[in-house]
């Protein structure tokens, strides 16, 4: 046999595994590819063993690198190229302690990557998803309808009656600057959004600065494309892709005029064509870069920046032409600091903008519109719906106004103004005379009738009824009798007072304060009140200051009371705080606080309820695309004061007609209560009275609308009337429109007073006796030192009554009218008429006007 054929020796240990074992090992599995392994001769066993474990020693050590128990055998599991199995190596294997939770440069780069990966892909996928705004859809807003009580149709106004899309071409390039300059400077380079404005807003916010400059143009526009404005998550995010979209794939230009075709300007305007006729009466193509300047200053806030003023205490005209006038300077240097105008250029425009009366009155003739400025802002308050929103339409408000009513109402006010006013003939006296009047229904608060001036469509857009800043005069003085009969007096212990109690009454009385001392004026001497009269009336009852008028027992008398709970009464019965004079002076009783003929009505509303209050509305029911919303529920009765406080006042102002300043409101021929009111200089005259039905308010007053401060002008002289009163034209209109209103509506009596209250009177007064007046031969040693002396002697001849004075006597020169006061003249203390003192002048203060709420002012005429 060949020696060839001969099998090779086995290793000791025998068998096919030695054989195996002692086989040279291959590449790539126990030793590393490229590298010399001995290998056996043909002669005889292998040269080298292998090492003894071979893989499973090398997976175990493996096995124990992962579990990290040594490192003994890791090096020869890494070197075997066992890795370890976890998708992401997180705490590290690889590292001990602390470094374990370093993460790698790997994983923070890839972390970074895929959270930037899925971004772009979800921005991606929800700019796919939105689609581009409709500028002519977005401009299209509803009309907003509003209807009459008994559910007919008043008026459909807003919406796309005041709105014209006009292109690019139409709206000047100084419109254009004006607005980038101030809302987005970087416009036309950005891509829709800008990440530093929104970084810089939320900085603001967080620092509590200013929380503008977050959106650009783009986005503003697309937010003008939503007919709703709810600030939710998705709106917001929406807002955002659909403006990234229109940055990349629209013209700027386009953009641009959408969004001046879709942005609200004020004064109902919804675009720029309608803001350049509604403020300018012309077209946008016409305007000055002035007045872009301008509108560009009332696109950060309609509300605020429209001197017309807005919705809100903060929103007054005087206010809002303030904030635009700083505005529009603002932009004009912006547009310089930009390099957007020349300095030249804006060295020329130094006067803010003349504007014209508002073509808002298209439909709003008579009365229309001032009734849905009143039930706009009713629902507006009630629901928080913004100018903006309303602007938009889709409205349909039913209101509380009775056609009527209104009708009559408008009858009795121009009829008097008629025959009382002349402009021609006496511009001096004549022009600017105002009338506001309100009615409120007794049993529910509902707002049924009002007068706010001649019309929107007269260019008069103030709403008489509703303005603030008009003292009420003496209509104030029963909340003090109401406080006195409600709290009592320090005089009282407590207890309530009658209205028979008894106060000195005389002209010039000296005042004391709660403590009994006297108030001092602005020269530190003893205040002293004045009435109109110098007629002295000694000491009154409550009943017979109130039936005349007489300022001083109410002076005294409110500081007995206190004048925080006359305050308190007030606000019961439904006057605002912020309209209330904060002053706690003598003035106060006299009526230096401001409330509106809305509020005087619905106030006097609760003394003919016997106590109940029930606040004023204007709106019943209100739906947007067909459905009803909540809120508008007939508010609820609330209990003010006492049914025989309430009760006992009614008495006493139904004696004032009957007997006193009221007089001319008998003609009404059913049972009335009611007070005159009149300021110092005859700056406004009021009536304020009601029925068990019905509670009215009819308010004089004379400013310039046009002025910026409004500030009140004596009505002396007008309708060639020497000095008019609350008992004169106010109770006139009063009683006209009442007897109209109430015409067939059964004749119903007041409840009947039970007696209220202790006697409980100013310090010296005498026992209650009746209800006259108290000449000096009566009472003598009741007058004070500075009482004057009796009446004033009569003259020569006299003179022939007016046709207007209530109380006349043609053989005096002094006759008085509305109780007290003065019919010819309101001078006769110092320099007065034959037979008056002249008291020496720190005896009396001076007296520069009854506004200012000083203890030195505040006389009432009535």
């Known amino acids: 046999m060949s020696e060839h054929r001969r099998k090779p020796p086995q290793p000791q240990g025998g068998g096919r595994a030695s054989a195996r074992r002692a086989a040279p090992p291959r590449p790539g599995r126990g030793a590393p590819a490229g590298r010399d392994v001995p290998t056996a001769s043909h002669s005889g066993p292998y040269a080298q063993q292998p090492s003894q474990g071979g893989r499973a020693d090398a997976r175990r050590a493996a096995q124990r690198g992962s579990s990290g128990r040594g490192r003994g055998g890791a090096g020869g599991a890494r070197g075997a190229g066992s890795p370890d199995k976890r998708l992401i190596n997180y705490p590290r294997s690889d590292r001990d302690g602390w470094k374990r939770f370093v993460p790698s440069w790997k994983l923070v780069s890839g972390t970074a990557l895929g959270f930037f990966s899925v971004i772009v892909a979800g921005t991606g996928i929800g700019i796919a998803m939105v ?39 139409s709206i000047p390039r100084s419109m254009r600057d004006a607005v980038i300059a ?13 990440p530093m404005g929104i970084a810089r807003a939320v900085w603001n916010m967080g620092t509590g600065g200013s929380t503008q400059g977050g959106s650009t143009i783009t986005q503003q526009y697309v937010k003008n494309t939503y007919l ?22 629209e013209e700027k230009d386009t953009v641009l005029a959408g969004y001046l075709n879709t942005a609200y300007y004020g004064r109902d305007a919804y675009g720029i064509q309608a803001a350049a006729r509604a403020y300018f009466g012309k077209d946008s193509q016409d305007l000055n870069p002035s007045e872009c300047a301008f509108l560009a200053a009332v696109l950060k806030g309609p509300n ?26 603002w932009v004009l240097d912006r547009e310089v600091e930009v390099g957007r105008m020349d300095p030249a250029e804006r060295a020329k425009h130094t006067e803010f903008p003349a504007r014209v009366e508002s073509e808002q009155a298209r439909g709003m003739t008579g009365q229309i519109g001032y009734l849905v400025d009143t039930a ?17 339409g889709g409205y349909r408000i039913k209101t509380t106004f009775e056609k009527p009513k209104v009708d009559a109402m408008t009858k009795a006010v121009e009829d008097i103004r008629a025959g009382l006013i002349d402009e021609k003939k006496r511009p001096d006296t004549d022009t600017f005379v105002q009338f506001g009047a309100a009615s409120v229904d007794v049993k529910t608060g509902a707002l049924v009738a009002l007068y706010g001036g001649p019309g929107w469509d007269k260019k008069y857009f103030s709403n008489n009824a509703n303005t603030s800043g008009v003292p009420v005069g003496s209509t104030w003085k029963p909340y003090v009798l109401a406080a006195a009969m409600e709290y009592g007096t320090q005089n009282s212990n407590g207890k309530g007072i009658s209205v028979n109690s008894k106060y000195q009454a005389n002209d010039l009385t000296v005042i004391n304060n709660r403590e009994g001392k006297p108030l001092r004026d602005s020269s530190g001497n003893p205040f002293r009140q004045k009435n109109e009269s110098p007629t002295p009336f000694g000491y009154v009852t409550l009943n017979e200051a109130m039936e005349k008028s007489i300022n001083v027992p109410f002076a005294q008398l409110v500081f007995d009371v206190g004048h925080d709970k006359v305050k308190n009464v007030a606000k019961a019965t439904g006057i605002l705080e912020e309209s209330i004079n904060p002053n706690n002076d003598a003035s106060f009783a006299l009526g230096t606080s401001t409330p509106s003929a809305i509020r005087m009505a619905d106030s006097y509303a609760t003394f003919a309820a016997s106590g109940m209050h029930r606040e004023p509305y204007s709106v019943t029911a209100v739906e947007k695309n067909g459905e009803k919303l909540s809120g508008f529920e007939t508010p609820k009765d609330q209990r003010a004061m006492d049914n025989a406080v309430a009760d006992n006042v009614t008495k006493v102002l139904e004696n004032v007609i009957e007997n006193g300043t009221g007089k001319k409101a008998k003609k009404l021929g059913r049972p009335a209560a009611g007070k005159t009111g009149t300021t110092d200089e005859n700056k406004s005259a009021w009536f304020v009275g009601y029925t068990p039905e019905l509670s009215t308010s009819v308010v004089l007053f004379r400013t310039d609308p046009n002025s910026a401060e409004k500030k009140l002008i004596s009505m002396k002289g007008v309708g060639d009337i020497p000095s008019l009163h609350g008992g004169d034209i106010p109770a006139e209109i009063w009683t006209e429109y009442m007897g109209a209103a109430l015409k067939g509506t059964p004749v119903k009596d007041f409840p009947e007073a039970e ?9 010296g007064a005498p026992s209650p006796t009746p209800t006259a007046p108290v000449t000096p031969s009566q009472t003598p040693s009741s007058l004070p030192p500075s009482s004057p002396p009796p009446s004033p002697t009569p003259s020569k001849g006299g003179r022939p009554c007016k046709p207007w004075e209530l109380y006349c006597d043609p053989d005096t020169t002094r006759g008085t009218t509305d109780g007290g006061t003065n019919s010819g003249t309101t001078t006769g203390i110092i320099g007065g008429p034959s037979g008056s003192p002249s008291p020496s002048p720190t005896a009396r203060p001076g007296r520069p006007g009854g506004l200012t709420g000083s203890t030195t002012t505040g006389t009432a005429q009535d």
């Open 131 to 169: 689609s581009t705004p409709d500028p002519n859809k977005a401009a299209q807003a509803q009309n907003n309808v509003f209807y009459w009580a008994d559910g007919s149709q008043m008026v459909a106004t807003g919406g796309s009656m005041n709105r014209q899309i006009v292109p690019i071409s």
């Open 182 to 194: 101030a809302e987005n400077e970087s416009f036309e380079t950005d891509k829709g959004v800008d």
């Open 228 to 249: 709703d404005s709810d600030q939710t998550l998705k709106r917001k995010v929406t807002e955002l892709f659909i403006a990234i979209r229109l940055g990349v794939t």
């Open 304 to 329: 605020l920046y429209n001197p017309d003023g807005g919705i809100g205490a903060a929103a007054t005209p005087v206010l809002n032409e303030k904030r635009a006038r700083e505005r529009w300077a």
């Open 376 to 392: 706009k802002a009713y629902v507006m308050k009630t629901k928080g719906i913004t100018a903006e929103q309303m602007a938009m």
């Open 755 to 763: 007696d209220l209250g202790v006697t409980a009177d100013s310090a």
